[in-house]
């Protein structure tokens, strides 16, 4: 997806990275390892970034460090983009064929901004019909490499239809919340009656 509209592959890996570590700043020569690209072609998209206002930098012990800045007007989009192709999210929109029927599936923002979850937290809820061990087993994929657990709920779609409709708490609070959209219509099935 990234790639039909940013053109710079460089520029799609640095994006994909911030974007998946939020909470850490990171240096730039930490950062041309991690995507594996020399450090100026790494430093010249990295002020291009700035410069947008993508990125805010900051100095730290005579280095400097880049962060994404959350205020940026297209941080919601890019947040969408990179949780649909990297990590859990990509996972499913990439193995939708081998998931089953799936007619719904949402990560919540909260996830995606990397916050751990609570017990009653859902990070991931599928409405259709999944096949559960091919889901369990790209979830373990997902929370060895976060060092994480992650909440998740499946449906079936009447289930969760008259669940929706009846106004449930538990999925109501699901709906109510951010979310990024990785399967189905949005106005469909979030929309609360």
Do not use: W
């Not at 700043?25 to 998209?45: C, D, F």
């Amino acid at each position: 997806m990234l790639k039909d509209i940013i053109t710079s592959e460089v520029r799609i890996k640095i994006i994909k990275e911030l974007y998946r570590n939020l909470r850490t700043p990171i240096h730039i020569r930490g950062l041309s390892r991690r995507v594996g690209t020399e450090i100026n072609a790494v430093r010249r998209e990295l002020t291009r970034l700035q410069k947008c206002g993508m990125l805010k930098k900051e100095a730290k012990a005579n280095k400097i460090f880049y962060s994404v800045r959350t205020d940026y007007s297209s941080f919601g989009e890019l947040l969408s983009f990179v949780n649909k192709e990297t990590g859990l999210g990509g996972r499913i929109v990439k193995n939708l064929a081998e998931l089953g029927k799936v007619k719904f599936a949402l990560l919540s923002t909260e996830f995606a901004l990397g916050r751990v979850a609570s017990p009653k937290d859902v990070d991931l809820l599928m409405v259709g019909v999944i096949d559960i061990k091919y889901l369990q087993e790209l979830v373990k994929k997902s929370e060895k490499e976060l060092g994480q657990e992650i909440n998740y709920t499946v449906l079936g779609e009447d289930e969760f239809n008259f669940k929706k409709a009846r106004r449930d708490p538990f999925i109501s609070s699901i709906l109510l919340q951010g979310r990024i959209i990785l399967v189905g219509d949005e106005s469909k099935f979030c929309l609360v009656k």
